[in-house]
């Protein structure tokens, strides 16, 4: 566990040094429409923050980010306003977590490997960087008796850190509210292409 601490940091440590010597994208006094898309790995957490110390690699799952906005300049820093949306799945590992944490009750599940998820936030990038949005989420799910969901409200504040054409985010995204009576959290990380 220490060695993946000290490999995060270096990282991180990179990371940062890229972002304050790499220019940004767009030029100066530039605004337009923003678009970014890329990959990313989740990590669902739960509600017990607590644990965080055992890792289960059985909660793990892939998405997809995206993001299209307005980039408006304000002396050197520039911010975004506008809509993500993230698409992605849930392996079964995950969805039995999610409806423990939640004391949710689905019926007999059709055994399946993956479960959709879905996420639209409205909110903004400030100076490049900082990540503020929030909306809805919807989890679907197979049960015998046809296809179901839950829906919740999602907010994530998060990270974009520049590394050139592409930049490095790292979010934690909550899932609450709605057909969730408690708090779960995801943490995200992966990369974004900016076009």
Not at 3 to 29: D, G, H, K, R
Not at 34 to 45: A, C, E, T
Not at 128 to 157: C, H, I, M, P, W
Request: glycine residues 12%; contains cysteine.
């Amino acid at each position: 566990m220490k060695t993946l601490y000290t490999l995060l940091f270096f990282f991180v440590a990179s990371a940062i040094y890229a972002q304050a010597e790499a220019p940004l994208t767009c030029p100066q006094n530039q605004s337009g429409i923003v678009f970014m898309l890329g990959p990313s790995v989740n990590y669902y957490q739960g509600g017990d923050v607590t644990s965080s110390e055992k890792f289960d690699a059985e909660v793990i799952n892939y998405q997809l980010n995206g993001f299209i906005g307005y980039n408006s300049p304000h002396t050197k820093a520039k911010n975004s306003v506008g809509i993500f949306g993230t698409g992605g799945y849930t392996n079964e590992a995950t969805f039995i977590k999610i409806k423990e944490v939640q004391g949710l009750n689905t019926g007999e599940l059709v055994i399946n490997k993956y479960y959709a998820f879905y996420q639209v936030e409205a909110g903004m990038i400030i100076g490049n960087v900082l990540r503020l949005s929030t909306g809805l989420g919807k989890q679907e799910f197979q049960t015998v008796s046809g296809s179901d969901s839950y829906a919740f409200f999602s907010s994530t504040a998060g990270l974009l850190i520049n590394l050139g054409p592409v930049g490095w985010n790292i979010d934690a995204n909550i899932n609450y509210g709605r057909d969730y009576p408690k708090t779960a959290i995801r943490f995200v990380t992966g990369l974004v292409i900016m076009f």
